[in-house]
């Protein structure tokens, strides 16, 4: 039998974030501000490392594609969140659904493939200066940032085709704002346990492989440091790293949280508040992390804004 013949629900009703009107239209003005200020935040760190030279690193190279993920990632569900949160409808097509599934998927994936490839550069920078120019050059950039996101939409199809290949019966209702996979597989008739297995193995590849790179590199970066005797160089290390573990942190926590813990006994509202942090709140505070303490970023900023105020006193 088809997998068309198989699935009866031709469209979903996303539950959302609230069903009282004024806190929808609250929430709408919250989370579109949230939207804009992310969208604006990571343009100005592509902006800023395409027009500075000083930026032109590896480092800077990673999180020029970090920012650019983040402004996909944000846009695949939250504009939907918004008209749901506006007209009050909250129906999505079996379709949309799928399509949403599978880029939010790709795009987690390739987040934490790429945040592993970063942990691997600020190892060689601090742990192996003399070699890093030559280990990181211009073509080992290019090839863990294509590897990152070639793996990140390359893994999950699995997932998503045998999902897609389940028959879904009603109700058709999803206890979130936006289509996932954990949610989506409970509202499956059929027999989910081996899926729900495949789920989780590939979530485990996708998550721990990267987050175990992750902590081996900061560990030795840890005790590079420590032998450091240059206080000012223990100083400036701590600081280029502790901004990518605290992304690290916020977007790997939350992650396992919903992946990689048992289901049940889970509520829906947990699973909202989680998937809300990692979906709106994760993104926004990335370009914040980034620039906060980084003097790279406030020297590049300074020099614009020098050009531009000198470009406006040479016009007649």
Not at 93 to 109: E, H, K, N, P, T
Not at 203 to 216: D, H, K, Q
Not at 275 to 280: K, L
Not at 284 to 310: C, E, F, G, W
Request: charged share 10%; glycine share 4%.
């Amino acid at each position: 039998m088809r997998p068309e013949n198989l699935t009866s629900v031709t469209e979903f009703i996303l539950e959302g974030l609230s069903n009282d009107r004024n806190t929808q239209i609250l929430l709408f003005t919250i989370i579109l501000i949230i939207y804009l200020v992310t969208i604006l935040g990571n343009l100005v760190i592509i902006l800023l490392v395409q027009v500075d030279a000083h930026l032109h690193t590896p480092m800077y190279f990673f999180l020029t594609n970090l920012s650019s993920l983040e402004i996909c990632y944000v846009t695949t569900t939250v504009p939907q969140m918004l008209a749901h949160l506006l007209s009050g409808k909250r129906v999505i097509s079996f379709i949309r659904c799928a399509v949403q599934m599978y880029i939010a998927l790709c795009l987690g994936s390739t987040e934490c493939i790429l945040l592993g490839a970063m942990a691997y550069d600020r190892y060689l920078a601090i742990c192996s200066p003399l070699i890093y120019t030559v280990a990181m050059n211009r073509e080992r950039q290019r090839q863990l940032a294509s590897a990152s996101w070639a793996g990140g939409f390359l893994l999950p199809i699995i997932n998503v085709i045998c999902t897609l290949r389940l028959p879904f019966c009603n109700p058709n209702h999803i206890s979130q704002f936006f289509c996932e996979l954990p949610v989506l597989l409970k509202l499956a008739c059929g027999n989910t346990h081996v899926l729900e297995l495949a789920v989780f193995v590939v979530s485990a590849l996708i998550l721990l492989v990267p987050l175990s790179i992750i902590l081996t590199s900061y560990g030795l970066i840890l005790w590079a440091v420590l032998q450091m005797q240059s206080a000012a160089g223990k100083s400036k290390a701590f600081s280029t790293c502790a901004s990518h573990l605290a992304v690290v942190t916020l977007f790997y926590g939350t992650l396992i949280c919903m992946y990689l813990k048992p289901r049940a006994g889970t509520t829906s509202n947990h699973d909202k508040q989680i998937a809300f942090f990692y979906i709106v709140v994760t993104p926004l505070l990335n370009p914040i992390i980034y620039t906060l303490r980084n003097k790279d970023i406030h020297t590049a900023v300074a020099n614009v804004l020098r050009r531009q105020s000198m470009g406006q006193k040479v016009e007649p």
